[in-house]
């Protein structure tokens, strides 16, 4: 089996309950998935932000980056 990681959170396949492949090898496990869908219904809901904890505030500030990054 080969080594495939989540290309945001590093999770290995077997860590995971779904790893989607995309283009060039990048990869994005359901995990992430979900807490993109997450941040977009933030931003689109007008509600403030809750508070985020710390563990979460670091894959959110790093997904934010990842997100700006991204060509459009």
């Given at each position: 089996?080969?080594?495939?990681?989540?290309?945001f959170?590093?999770?290995?396949?077997?860590?995971?309950?779904?790893?989607?492949?995309?283009?060039a090898?990048?990869?994005?496990?359901?995990?992430?998935?979900?807490?993109?869908?997450?941040?977009?219904?933030?931003?689109?809901?007008?509600?403030?932000?809750?508070?985020?904890?710390?563990?979460?505030?670091?894959?959110?500030?790093?997904?934010?980056?990842?997100?700006?990054?991204?060509?459009?």
């Amino acid at each position: 089996m080969h080594n495939i990681r989540c290309s945001f959170c590093g999770k290995r396949q077997d860590q995971v309950k779904k790893l989607i492949g995309g283009p060039a090898h990048i990869f994005i496990c359901d995990e992430c998935v979900a807490l993109c869908r997450e941040i977009i219904d933030e931003e689109f809901s007008g509600m403030p932000r809750p508070e985020p904890t710390p563990r979460r505030s670091s894959w959110l500030d790093r997904l934010r980056r990842m997100a700006i990054a991204l060509p459009r």
